[in-house]
T-cell receptor, first 118, second 111 residues
Framework: GAGVSQSPSNKVTEKGKDVELRCDPI?????LYWYRQRLGQGLEFLIY????????KSGLPSDRFSAERTGESVSTLTIQRTQQEDSAVYLC????????????????FGPGTRLTVT | GQNIDQPTEMTATEGAIVQINCTYQ??????LFWYQQHAGEAPTFLSY????GLEEKGRFSSFLSRSKGYSYLLLKELQMKDSASYLC????????????FGTGTQLKVEL
């Protein structure tokens, strides 16, 4: 079946503008995650949605960052008043279950959106 | 907080064996994952360990020692296509299924 998709694949924006990034998870996956990956760095957790529970926003770096998800479908990550340090690849992942148990519940990643703030 | 440490870079020869180490410090450990990421591509799942010991999957194996906060990924019969970044990630109890990633180990396979 189809994997996780993200759009746009690339986004160049001017400092101070708002951007919206989209993620379409694998159908039936109840959990959705956003990560950020700066050049040469590891993945940095941003936010995590599990079903209808309140999202875990503990990784959002500032109040300029927000995300929404409608049910178990599409999610959008919004960055307001972008700064140059926001330049990174934003990766979305989904998994079948959100609860941590003995099973791996591996995360399936999308191709990412490369954001460049000029 | 959590600390996850991996070597930044490694180089190995085609056909050889390479071991990529990962050490972590975390409370409430609930599993360790290895992902492979080729340049410009999304990470893909390689292995998962939650109990001590070795998990083997084809050319790839992963080992975990919870008491030592240590894992390694073992790649056998290296191929050129194994050149990639290898990411170690830890899951914690009470954290749902979110992962904390190390910075990754860039592996270069040479002839």
């Amino acid at each position: 079946g189809a994997g996780v998709s993200q759009s746009p694949s690339n986004k160049v924006t001017e400092k101070g503008k708002d951007v919206e990034l989209r993620c379409d998870p694998i159908s039936g996956h109840t959990a959705l995650y956003w990560y950020r990956q700066r050049l040469g760095q590891g993945l940095e957790f941003l936010i995590y949605f599990q079903g209808n529970s309140a999202p875990d926003k503990s990784g959002l770096p500032s109040d300029r960052f927000s995300a929404e998800r409608t049910g178990e479908s599409v999610s959008t990550l919004t960055i307001q008043r972008t700064q140059q340090e926001d330049s990174a690849v934003y990766l979305c992942a989904s998994s079948p279950f959100g609860l941590a148990g003995i099973l791996p519940y591996e995360q399936y990643f999308g191709p990412g959106t490369r954001l460049t703030v000029t | 907080g959590q600390n996850i440490d991996q070597p930044t870079e490694m180089t190995a020869t085609e056909g050889a064996i390479v071991q990529i180490n990962c050490t972590y410090q975390t409370s409430g450990f609930n599993g360790l994952f290895w992902y492979q990421q080729h340049a410009g591509e999304a990470p893909t799942f390689l292995s998962y360990n939650v109990l001590d010991g070795l998990e083997e999957k084809g050319r790839f194996s992963s080992f975990l020692s919870r008491s030592k906060g240590y894992s390694y990924l073992l790649l056998k019969e290296l191929q050129m296509k194994d050149s990639a970044s290898y990411l170690c990630a830890v899951r914690r109890t009470g954290g749902g299924n979110k992962l904390t990633f190390g910075t990754g180990t860039q592996l270069k396979v040479e002839l």
